[in-house]
């Protein structure tokens, strides 16, 4: 999954160096929407075709008690993969050509709620520092504030467990949530800015 990660990258930034600066250079000159489709083909060949070893052991929908889904992967490297899946994918939903007939904006938003169920359910160090950047993709696309303040305590119990540096992308959605400065998640709830 981590080398489908670096091809969405890849694709993504061809993407922008084309449509932005126009530039090409590319030794791949398929169509882009064609590049598209098979490297999307490809990420669901992986979820499909995954070792037993990497698939979740315990699945349940998010409910009154949980805000995310509870998804229990056996191996801290199961976790670190099926996270980078989802944020590929939430990426690759991002540049979709015209051509492709998915909705995108759901399909996002379950990508997303699996990264952030995948964190809250399997807190093992190496895979909760693997994780900040999933969570950050997943979390620009969230809009309730129990979700947001989910991912807010995520990532402050990364920075406080495993001394990694996370709490810079928290600003960052904070931000992008529409937040104003700085927020204490846990002793209350945050401002929007008008």
Not at 60 to 79: E, K, L, N, Q
Request: aromatic share 10%.
């Amino acid at each position: 999954s981590i080398y489908l990660c670096a091809r969405v990258c890849d694709l993504k930034f061809r993407r922008t160096q084309y449509l932005e600066l126009g530039r090409s250079g590319s030794n791949d000159n398929r169509p882009f929407a064609r590049q598209w489709e098979q490297l999307w083909l490809d990420l669901q060949y992986w979820v499909d075709e995954r070792p037993p070893s990497t698939r979740p052991t315990a699945l349940a929908d998010g409910d009154d008690s949980t805000v995310f889904p509870t998804i229990v992967f056996p191996h801290w490297a199961a976790i670190s993969s099926n996270q980078v899946y989802h944020a590929a994918c939430i990426s690759m939903l991002e540049m979709q050509p015209p051509e492709s007939r998915l909705d995108a904006q759901s399909l996002s938003l379950w990508h997303a709620r699996q990264v952030c169920g995948i964190s809250c359910a399997n807190p093992h160090p190496g895979s909760m520092v693997n994780s900040i950047q999933p969570l950050f993709t997943a979390g620009r696309l969230m809009s309730h504030t129990s979700e947001q303040q989910k991912i807010a305590q995520l990532l402050q119990s990364i920075e406080r467990e495993t001394g990694w540096a996370a709490l810079w992308r928290l600003r960052d959605l904070e931000a992008e949530w529409g937040y104003e400065g700085s927020v204490d998640w846990e002793k209350n709830m945050p401002r929007r800015t008008s």
